[in-house]
């Protein structure tokens, strides 16, 4: 043994098509006047929480709707409609993420038509979601500061494609050697866009503000000049 390590390649072949299909959800979101928002993390990230906290602040400014996606179970779906969300819950039958066909199926659902906001909470994990164009708009990824500042280097397709990124759990900080700018090199070795970082606790809601601040400007930006 020379210390060595080898490494192989096991990805298999991602949905030729899967692309042409996020196209189709875009334009059909475009026409129905929709903004979509892809939100991704680990599972346990915060997704939901998030959420909750998204929903509390601009209710009063866009009517929204969440697809909840996930293997079994329809508690976030529960916990977003409580907030004031109209929400479906869409199962993946143990598939780890959804794709842009699932996501449609989703959105017609919802009847997005009377919605001007919808954020899809797709499968917890930090993969497979990362292969797939669902036609959002902007794709935001939720890194908590208990998985660690080192995440870009070992999930770099889920990072490489983040729109923005917000790092959740900022309360917990004291507790674990998470370095926020260890995290932005690690982030911009990846992610060549200078993509924004949020900080966040979505428990407290400290942090928050900056977060919808920026998505409200990206909804009124793409529906009001497209
Ligand atoms: N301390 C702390 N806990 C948090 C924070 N945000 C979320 N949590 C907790 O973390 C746990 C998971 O949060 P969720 O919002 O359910 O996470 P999720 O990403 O939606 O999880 P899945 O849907 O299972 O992938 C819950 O117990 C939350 O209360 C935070 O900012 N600080
Ligand atoms: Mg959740």
């Avoid at 409580?82 to 066909?101: F, K, N, P, W, Y």
């Avoid at 659902?109 to 899809?120: A, E, M, Q, Y």
């Amino acid at each position: 043994m020379n210390g060595q390590i080898d490494v192989i390649d096991v990805k298999s072949e991602i949905l030729e098509d899967n692309g042409i299909e996020g196209d189709k959800v875009r334009a059909y979101m475009k026409e129905k006047g929709t903004y979509l928002v892809n939100l991704m993390s680990s599972p346990g990230s915060g997704k939901t929480t998030t959420l909750v906290n998204v929903i509390k602040a601009l209710k009063d400014e866009f009517r929204i709707g969440i697809v909840e996606a996930d293997v079994d179970s329809d508690v976030d779906a529960r916990t977003v409609t409580e907030a004031g969300a109209r929400a479906v819950q869409l199962h993946t039958g143990g598939s780890c993420h959804l794709d842009a066909i699932m996501a449609k199926e989703g959105l017609e659902k919802l009847d997005t038509g009377n919605l001007d906001l919808v954020i899809v909470e797709n499968v917890g994990n930090l993969v497979c979601p990362a292969e797939f164009d669902i036609g959002a708009n902007k794709r935001v990824v939720i890194l908590s500061v208990p998985e660690g500042d080192d995440k870009p280097l070992k999930y770099p397709l889920m990072f490489s494609v983040a729109d923005a990124v917000i790092i959740n759990k900022m309360d917990t900080l004291p507790y674990f050697d998470f370095d926020m700018e260890r995290f932005k090199k690690n982030l911009a070795e990846k992610n060549g866009r200078n993509v924004p970082v949020f900080p966040v606790s979505a428990l407290s809601g400290e942090g928050m503000k900056a977060f919808t601040d920026w998505l409200t400007g990206e909804v009124h930006q793409t529906l009001h000049h497209s």
